[in-house]
């Protein structure tokens, strides 16, 4: 599976809750939010297929990687 790495921030504010950020270049910002900071980050990747279906595509300077997705062992 080919995949596009997409660097982004993740902060708590002074309320708890979580903020998660990516920056898009020339497609613009895309943000997350939850009361978890993986709820942020599974709104930020809802918030950045949106603006690729929007553009078409992921932008080209972003890089690519081929990764396995292997279920994790607990």
Known sequence: MSMVLVPYTVDQDESGGWHARA??????????EGSTRQEAITDLQAG????????GAAPRWLPRADVLAIPEVA
């Open 48 to 55: 950045v297929a949106l603006v690729f279906e929007d553009e």
């Open 23 to 32: 920056d898009l270049g020339p497609y613009g910002v895309a943000y997350g």
